[in-house]
């Protein structure tokens, strides 16, 4: 893990997610339970072994974390790796959560906090894995002194020490008292197991964090309760860049509970309520008065035709080139053309934006579901005016995250800046679903022209694609585009080696980026840029197979003997799924293969079309190799998930622009797949070593193509946007 | 004021009659494992039971409920989480998030009542709730564990 030391750290420089440390301050307070408010000063307690690992003299093992969890399994995973280098006995095994201001008082000892780009385990496994050895160690050489023993003479299993010459045996927790008072060793010296030989990291355990997901008791942000506490509704201009001009609070403050009707900023009004319901009628009845800007004249119309320019425009913003493109579909026996698109999407977490603050004058708190505690922590200093010190982030497992509930923390900004001009009283902030949807940061729109060229023997000799779109580091993160290049958004079409990069060589080769943005907020979406890439690459591969009168799957086999793993998992799912073996009459195959988040993943759907244009999916393989599995009854869940995200968005997936503002509002306009569309779901891992590679994300880019490859193979068309509501699939 | 009979306790409330049973139920029950998703009974996360009915709370009056009326949240479906639906969710791990759960557990219960044991095509006329972490193959699997049509998978051992 990167400490920076002797770096100031700033409240920017938290946002930007850098590196970096300050000392010195009181260790903050851990939100836990109903009210929030049991303070537990971790480390504080001279029990810890290592900063990761508590052993409690009754035998529990307390596992910090410091990542989110938002249902994808992190919590338990990293867990499991903690205690398989612990070698503690796993149903002893309990978590705490690190909050941002503990971690940030102790020089950032837990390292990265943010949870996105499906690097939950594979960033932090190596140094919680060190940690985990850490307190063997120092158990270990706590029983060593007693027993005045060499240390190499004990054995451990399932936190018994034995020392095998004298036949002693002695608990971790009978020891641990006197391990926390032992130096640290250095993490850096430990030796890591094989994960060959691991028994409790790579096994398909049970979540640690299922029991009170089942009765109710579990306490999302949305769910906190304080004592003298207000409820806060809001609303922001709908056109994005608008103004709040002027309300009418007269109308409403003599409404059944209202309390304050408070500005946040330029763009947004909140009424504070007894209760979040009366705050939320009471800003529908609000009169309001806004300036909608410039941008009240844009719609999805004339944000197509911005694209569409770059399609053909010189230059570019970013690209992967090699042999001559122009050249080489200049002498093709055969060129293939096509033009793709694909919209804006909404993430539609179940659990709307919330957050709880509460704001005195030395103080900001904050109660909230992130992705990033330390960008929620940064937003709560910024919101304030207060030090990053005098913050702290008592952070809630989310109710989905997807990437909404990243870096950009702009729920949280906005309950601080309410909390802040009331003093003292805590106040939750809840958005509407329509809320919600209405201020997103949306899946970036794009657009991408193709074309092929095959030589007489239908092989691929040329391959050109262009990109045009918005761009995420654009709208988010603008001082990492430099020169004007953004390879970000070719995510997945890059050049080796990468975290995503192509798995086909081409002789000739050009995929570029068109930098279009609207006026539209951009950013990540569960697998981000690879979606939609994905889409177009392996959208198109197929039909410029079938122009080369090719089997999809022998077309891709060939062009990518570089590319080992890519292959590897296309030759997984392939021979899981049966290709080429018979089908029911009417069900036809699709296949797609990409690489995201440093994980190699395949997929092959079945699909029949009724006569009437209806898909229907009835099976979906796949094959991922994601190099090492921590828990594999995890991972097959989240490969199941990311079918049901991604095919919500290939079916429906939709946020339209009019008069400047989202069309879609809430789930009647913006349909989601439910249980009856889901299909079963086979998953094969091919975790092939040597390399760690995410699991949140990679699969989701496969869905649709796959999903796709098959319609056109079931109705002799391609399709080439999506969502799939919108194509007339038969005549 | 209104009377309602929450998990068998009649509880005296401050609220207005056009207040939905959800936000009655979430901030004057004080009951908050029922969940807002959509306000507009699309999304299921506020399914609770009404005279044994699952019903989306989001979208009923206290106005129109009567103080006779039944009301059962996720937190009055058993003690302990002990009803079969919650023992087979347990058993396959089905929460991902866990947000929307309390309304497909209160929507499977209900459908299991009905149809002690559902075909799978009952299974997609009945759950309706949607889930965003995607968590339906396992509802699936754990509708047909709790109605005794599979058996359940054996818990690994460390």
């Known amino acids: 893990m990167a400490i920076a030391k002797n770096v100031k750290i700033s409240r920017r420089g938290l946002l930007l997610g850098s590196v970096a440390a300050s000392g010195g301050l009181a260790v903050g307070l851990r939100a836990d339970g109903q009210f929030a408010h049991a303070q537990k000063a971790i480390g504080a307690s001279g029990d810890e072994l290592g900063v990761w690992v508590v052993v409690r003299p009754n035998e529990q093992v307390v596992i910090r974390i410091a990542r989110s969890e938002m249902g994808q399994g992190t919590l338990t995973g990293l867990a499991q790796l903690v205690a398989e280098e612990l070698e503690c006995d796993w149903k002893n095994v309990t978590t705490e959560q690190i909050t941002p201001g503990q971690s940030l008082a102790r020089k950032r000892a837990w390292g990265e906090m943010g949870t996105g780009g499906s690097r939950g385990i594979r960033v932090s496994q190596e140094y919680v894995r060190q940690g985990g050895a850490v307190a063997r160690t120092m158990l270990l050489q706590a029983a060593a002194n007693q027993w005045n023993v060499p240390a190499d003479e004990l054995t451990v299993d399932k936190g018994i020490i034995t020392h095998g010459k004298s036949k002693r045996t002695i608990t971790y927790g009978k020891v641990a008292a006197a391990a926390a008072k032992l130096p640290v060793p250095d993490p850096k010296s430990m030796k890591l197991k094989d994960p060959k030989d691991w028994k409790i990291a790579g096994k398909p355990l049970r979540r640690l964090d299922t029991g009170d997901k089942l009765d109710g008791r579990k306490v999302y942000a949305i769910d906190v309760k304080l004592p003298g506490m207000l409820n806060a509704a809001i609303k922001a201009c709908p056109v994005f860049g608008g103004k709040l001009t002027a309300y009418d609070d007269a109308k409403i403050k003599d409404m059944p509970g209202v309390r304050h009707v408070v500005r946040v900023d330029a763009t947004t009004v909140a009424v504070v309520a007894d209760t979040w319901w009366q705050a939320k009628r009471a800003l529908d009845a609000l009169p309001f008065t806004w300036d909608e800007g410039a941008a009240a004249k844009a719609s999805s119309a004339t944000i197509a035709e911005t694209l569409k320019e770059g399609l053909t425009a010189e230059g570019d913003n970013g690209a992967n080139r090699n042999g001559d493109v122009a050249a080489a579909l200049k002498d093709a026996a055969k060129t293939i053309e096509a033009v793709y698109a694909t919209p804006f999407l909404a993430h539609a977490c179940m659990e709307p934006m919330n957050c709880v603050a509460k704001v005195t004058a030395d103080r900001a708190e904050v109660w909230v579901p992130t992705q990033n505690g330390e960008a929620s922590l940064a937003a709560a200093a910024e919101a304030s005016g207060l030090p990053l010190e005098k913050c702290e982030v008592y952070k809630h497992d989310l109710g989905g995250g997807f990437g909404r509930r990243g870096g950009t923390q702009d729920y949280v900004r906005q309950a601080v800046l309410i909390a802040k001009q009331i003093p003292g009283v805590p106040i939750k902030m809840i958005w509407s679903r329509e809320e919600d949807m209405t201020h997103d940061f949306y899946r970036p729109i794009s657009q991408c022209r193709m074309a092929a060229g095959l030589d007489d023997k239908g092989s691929l000799v040329a391959l050109e694609m262009r990109i045009s779109g918005q761009s995420i580091n654009a709208y988010a993160n603008p001082s990492v585009i430099k020169d004007g290049k953004d390879l970000r958004q070719l995510q997945g079409l890059t050049a080796e080696p990468s975290d995503a990069y192509i798995g086909y060589t081409v002789p000739n080769l050009s995929i570029t980026y068109a930098m279009r943005n609207s006026h539209v907020p951009v950013g990540p979406w569960r697998g981000v840029n690879t979606n939609q890439n994905a889409v177009y690459l392996e959208c198109f591969i197929d039909e410029v197979a079938k122009a080369a009168g090719k089997d999809p799957l022998e077309f891709r086999r060939a062009l990518m003997g570089k590319h080992p793993k890519h292959l590897g998992v296309l030759n997984a799912v392939a021979e899981k799924a049966g290709w080429g073996k018979p089908l029911p009459s009417g069900v036809h195959r699709g296949i797609a293969q990409f690489k995201g988040y440093g994980s190699y993943s395949a997929a092959v759907a079945e699909v029949s079309v009724s006569d009437r244009g209806k898909v229907k999916v009835h099976r979906l393989v796949f094959a991922l190799d994601s190099g090492h599995v921590v828990n594999p009854a995890q991972v097959e869940a989240q490969v199941e998930g990311s079918v049901a995200y991604g095919l919500s968005a290939a079916l429906y997936g939709e946020s339209t622009v009019k008069d400047g503002r989202i069309v879609e509002q809430n789930f009647d306009t913006y349909e989601l797949l439910r249980i009856a569309e889901m299909p079963p779901v086979e998953t094969v891992l091919v975790p092939s070593g040597g390399f760690w590679g995410g699991v949140g994300e990679p699969t989701i880019c496969v869905v649709a193509p796959a999903v796709m490859n098959a319609i056109a193979a079931a109705t002799g068309k391609p399709i080439r946007s999506l969502p799939l509501k919108n194509m007339k699939l038969r005549a | ?158």
Do not use: F
């Not at chain 2, 009974?41 to 506020?46: E, T």
């Not at chain 2, 059962?72 to 969710?89: H, R, Y």
């Not at chain 2, 396959?92 to 559902?118: F, H, N, R």
């Open chain 2, 1 to 158: 004021m209104a009377k309602l009979n929450v998990n068998g306790k009649t509880l005296d409330l401050k609220v207005d009659g056009d207040t939905p049973l959800l936000w009655a139920i979430r901030e004057q029950a004080g009951l908050t494992g029922t969940k807002y998703g959509c306000g507009v009974a699309q999304c299921g996360a506020c399914s609770v039971h009404l005279n044994g009915e699952v019903v989306r709370s989001c979208s009923i009056t206290v106005a129109s409920l009567k103080p006779t009326d039944k009301i059962v949240t996720i937190e009055g479906l058993a003690p302990n989480a002990s009803s079969a639906v919650q023992k087979a969710w347990a058993a396959l791990d089905v929460p991902q998030c866990g947000y929307c759960q309390s309304g497909q557990i209160m929507a499977a219960t209900a459908l299991l009542k009905k149809t002690p044991k559902p075909t799978d095509a009952d299974i997609d006329a009945a759950m309706t709730n949607i889930c965003r972490c995607g968590t339906y193959q396992r509802i699936r699997a754990a509708i047909h564990l709790a109605a005794g049509q599979i058996a359940a998978p054996a818990a690994k051992k460390v």
